[in-house]
């Protein structure tokens, strides 16, 4: 198994790395709890250890010239841990390092192995295993999910004050299928915006939610994205367009034509990008009188570094909001907030993730907002605890109800 998880992308990173520590000070693990154990070295010299064993000629014939380590189950869950507990894959270690060294794609081929011996997370593998269940049984989810949807829409009409304002599922032919997450502000915000703009738009009868990838586990990641996927080629769609979520965008956007071998016949776009559209082109009646107090923008790491999501969320930000305060690092050099990457849907993690986001508690104080955005859900639930453990005395919200908010 490990021969094929180790392209040559991987193998370059496992044997490029010359141990110069530059990557120590990028990492917000180690910034905000400094160990050893908290480097991004350290953490892949502990990968290095079992490929070596398997799969280098030298490590096997000499295991203990190079560090060659025995995989026992032992091992193996302390592999597991340090890949899932001491690692977010935000890559920020990767933009830091001379050489590109992939220290988070390491970690994934250890996600991989530790997922395939049983040594996941059991949260994690039950979240996945629930949205491969929804997909293989849709019709017994329908009816229930239409009755809350109709719920959902009461209360955008009541915000619009129009009878005519709607959420529909399952239109053939809107020029959208939009895709959230499981709650209310993740449908709501988004049915006015795009009612206000006058969108041809349908709703999705699934999640963008896809724990398999926290997994590394491409079959089951596949098997998630294939449901939208299918989808939306049965209603004819124009464009998927998915919520704010951190990873379910770059999952959608650019692993899936990977996975699948192929491109789709349709546009896949962030949210963020399609609200952006509406604000350039003035489709929003937008007063930013409505979100007067400072602000300030999380770059998401999976949206930010991996997806490219720089200006849009900007861009909107400052139609919506008169004191709009950055954070600094910010962008490419944002620090995670500390919870990516599954490790928020953990409950026995709280401790490990709340420290390791002392360094973005940090950062949200010194601008001295009053209103953190975010546009990743996992990060919103993070920064709400951050708020909460560091007294930070902020509020947490997404662009898109930020953007609802400033409607005129």
Known sequence: MLDKLVDRRVLASLEVCVRCGICTESCHYYRSNPKTEHTPYYRAEQVRRVYRQFLDPVGRTFPGWFGAKATTDEALSKLAEIAFASCTLCHRCTFECPFGVETAEIMRVMRSVATATGHAPEMLVELANAAIAKGENPDFFRDFYIEQVKELEREVQDRL???????????????????PLSGAHTIVPQAILFNVARESWTLSMFETANYAVFLSDLPKARRIVERIIKEAELLKVKEIVITECGHGYPAMRWDAPKWFGHTFP???????????????KGRLPLNQGQNGEPITYHDSCNLGRKGGLYEEPRCIIRAVASDFREMTPNRIHSFCCGAGSGLVAVPEW??????????????????????????????????????????????????????????A
């Open 266 to 280: 349709f546009r896949i776009r962030s949210i963020l990008e399609v609200l952006d559209e509406y604000v350039r």
């Open 350 to 407: 709280t401790d490990i993730r709340l420290q390791a986001g002392k360094l973005k508690a940090d950062q949200i104080r010194r601008t001295g907002a009053k209103i953190v955005i975010t546009s990743c859900d996992n990060c919103r639930y993070q920064i709400g605890e951050l708020n909460e453990h560091y007294g930070l005395n902020i509020e947490v919200t997404s662009i898109s109800e930020l953007t609802a908010k400033a409607l």
């Open 161 to 179: 004050g129009s009878s005519k304002a709607q959420i529909p599922v399952g239109q053939e032919g809107a020029r959208i299928l939009y895709v």
